[in-house]
């Protein structure tokens, strides 16, 4: 079977690069972490060294770089999940600067290249589930989200983080539609984006994020529904107040702002209990927090996740 706009890709013809990450991650396990196995990623000619965190490493099968480029969400460009790879050719990454602002003592505005050098990339597997119940598998690059926050040190008012995408209907024809509020804003607790999970997101598979992955910089939040994960962002706030977010705006009941993985609280109009791995046919269950409660669950000790949704 195969997803709509997805060529079903067999077994036999799945691509040296899905094969050669998924045994260079095993013999990392192997070695527990003993051997630090370099990637290259050119970024503007430079190449970019990075180290696999095998501490974040997952067993799972990769989802094939085809599926990964191929299939979107990425509104900015287009609402079909095709769209943003054909359209993503016109989006600028360079020069490129993210201003981080707020509730900080030390409010700066980072050139990506300085972002790219801030802390040592590394490459770690995550599951990523949207909210439309599709899910993948996928080497990222980047390092946690907290080290560029430490950077501008946050004062005690700073209880949430917002992150807003670029916004330019130039480059982003899809901004002529108002199918949601733009520019893209999302929103973490501050306890949320310093977890070391939070990653702040350069590349995947070895090499830059394609545009329509959000380049040149986004984050991955694995434990949240996709749309948590904003794309190309240009501006990161800290905030005292839990910010609106864009998909909140458009829908209250069905985009609450924790957006916590939970196989028990159904999208109003669909079960979110199962979801199918892009690329294959079977359903698997999802689980609580995506797979990373161990992880997070501590930080919601407490609260009514039902109502937290
Ligand atoms: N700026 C922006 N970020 C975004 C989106 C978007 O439309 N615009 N879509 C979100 C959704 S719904 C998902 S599932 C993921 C998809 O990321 P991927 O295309 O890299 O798989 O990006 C998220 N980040
Ligand atoms: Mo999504």
Same mark, same amino acid.
């Given at each position: 079977? &195969?997803?709509?706009?997805?060529?079903?890709?067999?077994?036999?013809?799945?691509?040296?690069?899905? *094969?050669?990450?998924?045994?260079?991650?095993?013999?990392?396990?192997?070695?527990?972490?003993? @051997? $630090?196995?370099? $990637?290259? @990623?050119?970024?503007?000619?430079?190449?970019? @060294?990075?180290?696999?965190?095998?501490?974040?490493?997952?067993?799972?099968?990769?989802?094939?770089?085809?599926?990964?480029?191929?299939?979107? =969400?990425?509104?900015?460009?287009?609402?079909?999940?095709?769209?943003?790879?054909?359209? @993503?050719?016109? *989006?600028?990454?360079?020069?490129?600067?993210?201003?981080?602002?707020?509730?900080?003592?030390?409010?700066?505005?980072?050139?990506?290249?300085?972002?790219?050098?801030?802390?040592?990339?590394?490459?770690?597997?995550?599951?990523?589930?949207?909210?439309?119940?599709?899910?993948?598998?996928?080497?990222?690059?980047?390092?946690?989200?907290?080290?560029?926050?430490?950077?501008?040190?946050?004062?005690?008012?700073?209880?949430?983080?917002?992150?807003?995408?670029?916004?330019?209907?130039?480059?982003?024809?899809?901004?002529?539609?108002?199918?949601?509020?733009?520019?893209?804003?999302?929103? *973490?607790?501050?306890?949320?984006?310093?977890?070391?999970?939070?990653?702040?997101?350069?590349?995947?598979?070895?090499?830059?994020?394609?545009?329509? =992955?959000?380049?040149?910089?986004?984050?991955?939040?694995?434990?949240?529904?996709?749309?948590?994960?904003?794309?190309?962002?240009?501006?990161?706030?800290?905030?005292?107040?839990?910010?609106?977010?864009?998909?909140?705006?458009?829908?209250?009941?069905?985009?609450?702002?924790?957006? =916590?993985?939970?196989?028990?609280?159904?999208?109003?109009?669909?079960?979110?209990?199962?979801?199918?791995?892009?690329?294959?046919? *079977? &359903?698997?269950?999802?689980?609580?927090?995506?797979?990373?409660?161990?992880?997070?669950?501590?930080?919601?000790?407490?609260?009514?996740?039902? &109502?937290?949704?």
């Amino acid at each position: 079977m &195969k997803l709509p706009g997805i060529p079903a890709i067999p077994a036999s013809e799945i691509t040296p690069r899905e *094969l050669f990450y998924q045994r260079r991650h095993f013999m990392q396990l192997a070695l527990g972490g003993s @051997a $630090a196995l370099l $990637a290259g @990623a050119a970024v503007g000619g430079e190449k970019l @060294a990075s180290s696999l965190s095998e501490a974040y490493g997952l067993t799972d099968k990769l989802t094939p770089l085809e599926d990964v480029s191929q299939y979107n =969400n990425f509104y900015e460009f287009d609402t079909s999940k095709e769209g943003p790879a054909k359209m @993503a050719g016109r *989006l600028k990454t360079r020069p490129w600067t993210v201003s981080v602002e707020g509730e900080v003592r030390k409010p700066k505005q980072f050139a990506i290249e300085d972002l790219l050098k801030l802390a040592p990339m590394q490459e770690r597997i995550y599951r990523l589930r949207c909210v439309e119940a599709w899910s993948m598998v996928i080497p990222w690059l980047g390092y946690p989200l907290a080290e560029l926050l430490k950077q501008v040190e946050p004062t005690s008012d700073a209880r949430f983080v917002e992150f807003v995408s670029l916004h330019d209907p130039e480059q982003l024809p899809g901004q002529r539609r108002a199918v949601l509020e733009w520019p893209y804003r999302e929103g *973490l607790r501050i306890d949320e984006a310093m977890h070391p999970l939070a990653l702040l997101t350069f590349g995947l598979y070895g090499e830059v994020l394609p545009n329509q =992955n959000g380049a040149p910089i986004r984050i991955v939040v694995p434990w949240k529904y996709g749309f948590k994960s904003a794309k190309s962002i240009v501006k990161i706030r800290l905030l005292k107040q839990q910010p609106m977010t864009s998909w909140m705006q458009a829908g209250p009941s069905e985009y609450g702002f924790y957006a =916590n993985v939970n196989p028990e609280v159904d999208h109003p109009r669909w079960s979110q209990a199962k979801e199918r791995r892009l690329g294959e046919f *079977l &359903k698997r269950p999802t689980l609580p927090f995506n797979g990373y409660a161990e992880q997070v669950a501590g930080l919601y000790a407490g609260m009514d996740l039902t &109502k937290n949704f």
